[in-house]
């Protein structure tokens, strides 16, 4: 029973992630499956992976209705991004196989970093999605395209899909404000935790139907539910909502690691 209390946790922690600030259910996932239930690291990505595929497309799409996307910049990002996951996938298995419970733990310490990180440095500012799409920097959308190659290894080795890498492309590089900046990562993140997906269960994860349908649902309710308050939420008190909830879950999975 404690077993699925934690996989009930994972899948609505990650929705949670997912739906408020397009990052990736591989930040809550990969540690709780790895740290608590004793999960190889490479299935946990997985499953963390096939969570990312439907939870982000529902996220994108509501954002998407709220007119927070930015559709061609997102479709070009994700296009190189694909590239990138492929070959972090297979780094990621040589990892795991080296290190088992290393990314586990770079999944839980990323967590707490994060959410730090939108307490201390919330982002405020930016355009729209009508903004976005008007402004033709040329140059910038590349950069952004080349960057995308890196946050696709980075989605491909961790598991993660790579929500907080976009949001600091699109935020800094492309100049959205945080709303847009979530709706079109997670719109990219459909695709390239579908690839990621794919890679990891070609490879030879494991696949344990139970447990993951039970954390894609789960995942997947929790992740709608967020995208709605987030669209309607005052920008300046989203960030603080997820630096709380990133704390919050980030110090629960350490202390359940080391408990158990």
Request: contains cysteine.
């Amino acid at each position: 029973m404690v077993v699925w209390f934690i996989y009930l946790i994972a899948g609505i922690g990650a929705g949670i992630v997912t739906g408020l600030a397009g990052l990736s259910a591989a930040v809550v996932i990969t540690p709780l499956l790895t740290g608590v239930c004793k999960w190889s690291g490479y299935d946990a990505v997985t499953v963390a992976l096939a969570a990312d595929v439907l939870a982000s497309l529902l996220t994108a799409n509501t954002y998407r209705k709220n007119g927070n996307i930015d559709l061609k910049r997102g479709l070009l990002v994700g296009t190189t991004a694909l590239i990138g996951t492929a070959v972090g996938s297979w780094c990621g298995y040589l990892f795991n196989n080296a290190q088992p419970g290393g990314l586990g733990l770079i999944a839980m310490l990323t967590t707490v970093s994060l959410g730090f990180k939108f307490l201390l440095r919330p982002v405020t500012g930016g355009a729209g999605a009508e903004d976005s799409e008007g402004d033709g920097s040329r140059g910038k959308t590349e950069l952004a395209m080349l960057c995308g190659v890196g946050i696709g290894w980075v989605c491909g080795f961790t598991g993660s899909g790579g929500g907080i890498l976009m949001l600091t492309v699109f935020t800094l590089l492309l100049g959205y404000n945080l709303k847009v900046a979530v709706g079109t990562s997670t719109m990219i993140m459909t695709a390239v935790a579908l690839t990621g997906a794919v890679s990891h269960v070609a490879m030879g994860a494991a696949i344990r139907l139970l447990p993951m349908a039970a954390i894609v649902l789960t995942c997947l309710i929790s992740a709608l539910l967020s995208a709605r308050f987030a669209n309607k939420c005052e920008i300046r008190k989203l960030n603080r909502v997820i630096g709380a909830v990133l704390i919050l879950l980030g110090a629960f999975t350490l202390v359940m690691k080391y408990a158990f």
